[in-house]
């Protein structure tokens, strides 16, 4: 007791000797004055530095030790310096700077953090960074969360090797995932897009729990993440990453970017990868992961004008897989039980900003437009569905009065047409959504705000309201209080939505009709900063979030005549999140990221109030990093341990069935040498794997077979080894 006393009394103590200092940083040029994105805002004695962000705005800890010089400094800017002392705590600035065209270059560099909590933005935001990301393979967007606690990744079934995101406890369809702000794994895509998208390709991501802006759409239920790509400007002129490991998958990626003019700039990316090996380490007769080729293809251009900016592109991939038991191939016809996908995608992506009179104030318009074909085969069942795309959304963003008050507001629109069919279940459906929005920022010296709706009208379902508030508050000037309400909603697409459970040989019980789903989510975060052994910087963050459906598209599992039924269910169905993590270093350059995650699903099945199934109540998560002095060599191990999960039905016995509890441990080291990294690591180091992952494996065909009770790895250690080349671009 006295411990804890003493931590709490210095919590207070470390909360009250610091300072917070924020402001916005604008450039003087010859287009007038605008904000600067990317500034650099440093205490010259202290070290610690702050970056701007895309609205020049700031924030920085003031040390207890006091005075200091700022140092404000910008690519194509003079730097400025400004003294702060005792009588500077809590102020606001404005700082401007002036174009440095007359004068010689200057480099300006900085350390990247690879994970943080953005505490500039009002919602809780995990921002992921390249840096992040190269502690793991990270050959695609499936494992770019290896390193992560908020977000899961689930094995879909034994047999497709399909993945999917779970966040607060509920199914990816829920969280609201976005390309550089473009809807993106929606539809077709959603079952199996996770491997389509390569890391390679990634500058950084954005994880925000809880429902996202209005601006962003109305389908963010459980979260959002924002996924950015490498910028054609700023990337590396060369990138070649190549990978292979122990069970036959290799994977090659290639990027270049050119500037070509001051205007213009384009970038290149290229993935291809194949799955070559005969892998059964469960020895059930069934490959744990389907072979297969993938083949992907982007080109993106960049123009930056006095008056407008504009950037816009092409995304197209192949993906073709074959699985099931050992030997399968397709067109064989020998009887064997096999898995099929074929996965073809092409879209294209425009973005357009305009200047206006007043450099605060903007107009941007978004369009995206896509066609995605998937037909999948799980032995006898098939699978067929066709998408065509098309959205537009066009945002107003600017001030009142000051930079204290701003407003966004615009419309939207979404057209989507989009075909299925599994076995004798058809579900074509054309759908309009139109949209409006509008939304309030107000941002004060501790308090701030962002309130917003949004009004959609569906053709089949009619008008939807979606109200949604964010607060951030600084309790002390190192201890943040966020807030966060609001509504989402969603159509399903229950055919591919479920896809993973045509691997069974239990027959699918349609719903009588389709209903929009509608959540509504309450929660909030505490981010607590401070200083450990010997200044060493540690935060502490507590989340918590309750989302509960009005309406919901249940797939029940525990019917008692052993289908799977598909039904529409107002009644209770609820998920509560709750998430502790602790990072420090203990030491310089050794990052140690410990986390718990605990999570009450429950909804309504075979007539009682049940945890869903498939889903761990708690998961144990702890993150290692440390990078050598001469920065020649990193460290990284991930190790997760996973509670008990509830499978569906029940025993011989009439008792419920769970999961075991069991531990997920990956590692990675890492070699620099000049432009080249070399990487070796292993997953599943601890070679758990789940017994009796297919349910008859023996009798493919029968009545009994299910290969969708998956609640742990399947595939043992796997070694892995790659390597990077860079040809960086030169940063001035």
């Not at 067109?331 to 009179?357: E, P, Q």
């Not at 969603?490 to 459970?501: F, K, T, W």
Request: glycine share 8%.
């Amino acid at each position: 007791m006295k411990k804890l006393l003493f931590f709490m009394l210095y919590l207070c103590f470390v909360s009250t000797t610091n300072a917070q200092l924020r402001g916005v940083v604008f450039g003087y040029n010859e287009k007038g004055k605008v904000p600067i994105s990317g500034a650099k805002i440093t205490l010259k004695s202290n070290g610690e530095y702050s970056i701007t962000n895309e609205e020049g705005q700031f924030e920085l800890i003031l040390p207890k030790k006091l005075p200091d010089t700022l140092i404000f400094s910008a690519n194509k800017y003079l730097s400025e310096t400004l003294e702060v002392n005792e009588n500077d705590k809590f102020i606001s600035l404005n700082v401007l700077l002036y174009s440095d065209k007359l004068l010689p270059e200057v480099v300006i560099g900085m350390k990247e953090k690879g994970h943080s909590i953005s505490r500039l933005k009002t919602l809780h935001v995990e921002e992921l960074t390249s840096t992040e990301l190269r502690k793991a393979a990270c050959c695609n967007l499936s494992e770019s969360f290896e390193t992560n606690a908020s977000v899961d990744v689930n094995i879909t079934d034994a047999v497709s090797g399909a993945k999917k995101i779970q966040m607060m406890g509920l199914d990816g369809v829920y969280t609201q995932i976005q390309l550089e702000n473009i809807p993106f794994l929606r539809g077709l895509e959603s079952a199996f897009g996770l491997n389509a998208l390569s890391g390679a390709w990634i500058e950084s991501m954005q994880i925000t729990k809880g429902t996202g802006n209005v601006v962003n759409g109305h389908e963010s239920m459980a979260g959002l993440i924002n996924i950015e790509l490498k910028k054609p400007a700023e990337m590396e002129k060369l990138y070649i990453n190549g990978y292979t490991s122990a069970v036959g998958r290799a994977e090659l990626n290639a990027n270049a970017g050119q500037v070509l003019s001051e205007k213009w700039s384009t970038g290149s990316f290229l993935h291809a990868s194949g799955m070559f090996g005969d892998i059964d380490h469960n020895n059930d007769g069934f490959r744990d992961v389907p072979k297969g080729n993938n083949l992907a293809f982007m080109n993106r251009w960049n123009f930056q004008g006095d008056k407008m900016e504009s950037q816009f592109g092409i995304n197209t991939y192949w993906d073709q897989k074959f699985g099931g038991q050992n030997g399968f191939r397709p067109n064989a016809n020998d009887g064997k039980y096999g898995v099929t996908m074929d996965s073809r995608h092409i879209d294209a992506f425009a973005k357009t900003g305009f200047f206006l009179k007043n450099p605060d104030n903007s107009i941007g318009i978004v369009y995206h437009a896509k066609y995605q074909e998937l037909s999948a085969k799980f032995g006898n069942r098939i699978f067929e569905g066709q998408e065509t795309r098309a959205y537009l959304n066009a945002i107003y963003d600017g001030n009142i009065f000051n930079h204290d008050h701003k407003i966004k507001f615009g419309f939207s629109g979404v057209y989507n047409n989009i075909q299925q069919l599994a076995d004798s279940l058809k579900a074509d459906r054309i759908d309009y959504i139109p949209g409006m929005f509008g939304e309030y920022t107000y941002t004060g010296m501790r308090l701030t705000t962002v309130s917003g709706a949004r009004i959609d009208y569906h053709n089949l379902f009619g008008w939807q309201f979606s109200p949604r508030m964010h607060i951030k508050y600084l309790l002390t000037q190192e201890t943040d209080l966020r807030i966060t309400a609001g509504k989402g909603w969603r159509v399903p697409n229950y055919l591919i939505d479920n896809v993973s459970l045509l691997a069974t040989s239990k027959g699918w019980i349609a719903p009588m009709n389709i209903q929009p789903e509608i959540s509504w989510n309450f929660g909030g975060s505490f981010v607590q900063y401070m200083r450990l052994w010997d200044r060493r910087r540690a935060t502490l963050t507590l989340d918590f979030y309750h989302t509960f459906f009005e309406n919901q598209l249940i797939v029940d599992r525990d019917a008692s005549n052993s289908d799977i039924v598909f039904k529409n269910y107002n009644g209770k169905s609820y998920s509560n999140s709750l998430q502790a993590e602790f990072s420090f270093e203990p030491i310089k350059n050794f990052e140690v990221r410990l986390a718990f995650k605990y999570l009450d699903v429950k909804a309504e099945y075979d007539g009682k109030l049940q945890q869903q199934v498939m889903i761990p109540k708690q998961r144990g998560f702890l993150n290692l990093g440390y990078i050598t002095k001469n920065k020649r060599w990193e460290f990284n191990s991930t190790l997760s341990v996973f509670g008990k999960s509830r499978l569906p039905g029940l025993d011989l016995n009439g008792n419920q069935t769970y999961s075991s509890v069991y531990p997920m441990l990956n590692g990675q080291i890492t070699y620099i040498y000049k432009k080249w990294d070399f990487y070796l690591g292993a997953e599943n180091i601890t070679n758990f794997k789940q017994h009796d992952a297919i349910v008859a494996a023996n009798e493919p065909f029968g009545p009994s077979f299910d290969a969708t009770e998956i609640w742990g790895p399947v595939m043992g250690t796997n070694i892995y080894i790659g390597f990077r080349y860079a040809i960086k671009r030169n940063k001035k």
